[in-house]
């Protein structure tokens, strides 16, 4: 791959719509990656806000809730740049099929899913930008469950962050280079 960026922040922070500017300035061979499974009004709402947000501006989109990997392989490669929007919910979506499946997600796991889809984009000739969410910072969840994925998710953006040329942190709408 050309390079890996990743761009973090809390909800609402601004980071997907700083993204697709990153992404914008690079090429205009683009491709979104939509990870957000729309299981009820509230994220068909959501989703339907993101796609808006970038009608008219050249994206080609791609709906992948788990399979990574594939995308990467394949759809990515006639493209200059990949925006994977977001890596949160991706780690969602393979907890909830592993707990479907009555299977165990562990961090070694979680680590060794993303490092094969990272392995996959760097075989891409293009930039790949991750969007995810900084969980780390607030309240100890109440629940198991709830722990679980926040360790998954920081065990994911500590995956990433440590492989990524770029990692940008974005606090109201404004991105602060943790490593550039």
Request: glycine share 6%.
């Amino acid at each position: 791959m050309s390079k890996l960026i990743l761009i973090t922040g809390g909800a609402r922070s601004g980071k997907s719509s700083y993204a697709l500017e990153v992404c914008e300035n690079i090429s205009d061979k683009r491709l979104f990656i939509a990870t957000c499974p729309t299981i009820d009004s509230e994220m068909s709402e959501r989703v339907l806000r993101h796609q808006e947000e970038r009608q008219g501006r050249g994206w080609v989109t791609v709906e992948c809730p788990v399979a990574l990997e594939s995308i990467l392989q394949t759809k990515a490669n006639s493209f200059k740049v990949v925006l994977l929007d977001c890596v949160t919910l991706w780690v969602n979506n393979v907890l909830y099929a592993y707990e479907q499946e009555n299977k165990a997600l562990t961090d070694f796991i979680i680590k060794e899913k993303t490092k094969t889809w990272l392995t996959a984009a760097a075989k891409m000739n293009a930039t790949l930008v991750c969007v995810t969410n900084e969980v780390g910072g607030g309240i100890v969840p109440e629940n198991p469950t709830a722990r679980l994925y926040r360790d998954l998710v920081g065990t994911v953006n500590q995956t990433i962050g440590k492989m990524a040329d770029e990692v940008a942190l974005v606090s109201c709408g404004v991105p602060l280079y943790l490593k550039k």
